[in-house]
């Protein structure tokens, strides 16, 4: 199905010489690659939609979009297997999360030790090094309670930002070259790499980008898109991945804390109606379009938390989670979802209810096709309290369950 909504290509012999083009087609599926090729002829400087002195702009997600694997996980991992988590102010665990349960904060104390070291024992230490993966990982307590509550779900995971938090007590440049060391070490090992991290022997320990979507970014560049990260990531790591996909620091958005003396706090930044240490919006759902709205748009105030006119919105947009819904919902030209089978995503790429949609399997490891359909029309969205709810178009209307069509082969 042709792309609606774009400003007319310009045909290849019309084009000039220099016109910018992807060069790798090994792993787009069907005609995306064309569809791409379309939009950037259509908006960058070779076409007729590109805006007299207004960069177009697209958007990324990072994990699982640009690269293969979750390098918040690869960051986890490297500060529990070199014992870099500081110990919480007072030895009180909640100091690290506003919506940390008694449980988990009772869990954490009494697995991990106190004492007057700086940092807490992960390296040695497995139940303390379980403990927190079990809360960061599972949102649980190793016997399963539930790890936080009170939280709007829209616009917030705790357990992603339970990572930037924990990250208090270390200076941004600190930060910095954990990221880097953690970055080398899982680009090195082999694909399928696995590594021990507390009593976990089969941790993920390997991280590939995609060299698909390194030439998805530079042809935007090359054509004068103003290209973007969005990471649910802390951003000083999402800073020194970035790099390695041709996005400045600059142009990459991920959690981000307030500081101290120089120093990164347990509280967050906050975006929207969201003051400094609110806690409470983080680059997720909602708030990624907060974050988007606020720190390219330049939109301040509770108004960065609304859609915006479509000409301060992304013309493009690449995500593969129910964690990317909204900001690519807010692209006018295309949305690229990568399908790892996530509902609400995949619900409304294959709905593309206003043709605008592309579906892609990952460039490595790609799902096999779902087998049963997407419960679109009944537990396809997950609601700010949590609670399931049938997925809805922009005018009410429920989308259908959905059938898996796009998959590995």
Not at 185 to 204: C, F, I, M, R, Y
Not at 311 to 335: E, I, N, P, Y
Request: aromatic share 8%.
């Amino acid at each position: 199905m042709a792309a609606t909504g774009l400003v007319a290509a310009q045909p290849a012999e019309a084009r000039p010489a220099h016109c910018p083009q992807l060069t790798i087609s090994d792993g787009w599926y069907g005609d995306n690659q064309a569809r791409l090729q379309e939009l950037i002829d259509s908006y960058g400087k070779c076409g007729a939609g590109a805006r007299h002195g207004k960069k177009p702009v697209a958007v990324f997600d990072w994990d699982n979009t640009v690269v293969k694997n979750d390098v918040g996980d690869a960051t986890m991992y490297w500060l529990l297997r070199n014992a870099k988590i500081q110990r919480p102010v007072g030895g009180d665990w909640h100091t690290t999360s506003r919506y940390l349960t008694d449980t988990a904060a009772s869990a954490l104390a009494a697995s991990c030790p106190a004492g007057s070291a700086k940092t807490l024992p992960t390296a040695t230490d497995t139940t303390c090094a379980d403990e927190i993966l079990a809360v960061y990982g599972d949102g649980k307590t190793s016997k399963g309670a539930a790890a936080f509550a009170g939280y709007d779900r829209r616009t917030i995971e705790p357990s992603y930002a339970w990572l930037a938090q924990l990250l208090h007590g270390w200076t941004p440049a600190q930060v910095t070259s954990f990221a880097s060391a953690a970055r080398t070490e899982n680009l090195a090992a082999p694909a399928d790499a696995v590594q021990t991290v507390g009593s976990n022997t089969k941790a993920t320990a390997w991280v590939r980008y995609y060299d698909q979507q390194r030439d998805l970014i530079r042809t935007l560049q090359k054509a004068g898109f103003d290209v973007w990260i969005t990471s649910a990531s802390p951003e000083p790591v999402v800073d020194v991945w970035a790099r390695g996909a041709g996005v400045d620091p600059d142009h990459a958005i991920g959690i981000r804390s307030t500081t101290e003396h120089g120093r990164i706090t347990s509280h967050l930044k906050g975006c929207g109606s969201a003051k400094d240490g609110d806690d409470s919006v983080i680059t997720y759902i909602d708030g990624k379009r907060c974050w988007i709205n606020q720190e390219i748009f330049g939109v301040r105030g509770a108004a960065a938390e609304r859609v915006q006119p479509a000409a301060k919105r992304q013309v493009f947009a690449a995500g593969d989670s129910d964690t990317d819904v909204s900001f690519l919902r807010d692209a006018t030209g295309l949305r690229l979802a990568l399908n790892r089978n996530k509902n609400e995503l995949m619900c409304r790429a294959y709905d593309d209810h206003d043709g605008r949609w592309i579906v892609n399997p990952m460039f490595i490891e790609p799902k096999q096709q779902k087998t049963a359909p997407y419960p679109c029309a009944s537990t396809g969205y997950t609601g700010h309290d949590g609670t399931p709810a049938p997925v809805r178009r922009g005018d009410g209307s429920i989308v259908p369950d959905q059938r898996d069509t796009v998959y590995a082969g």
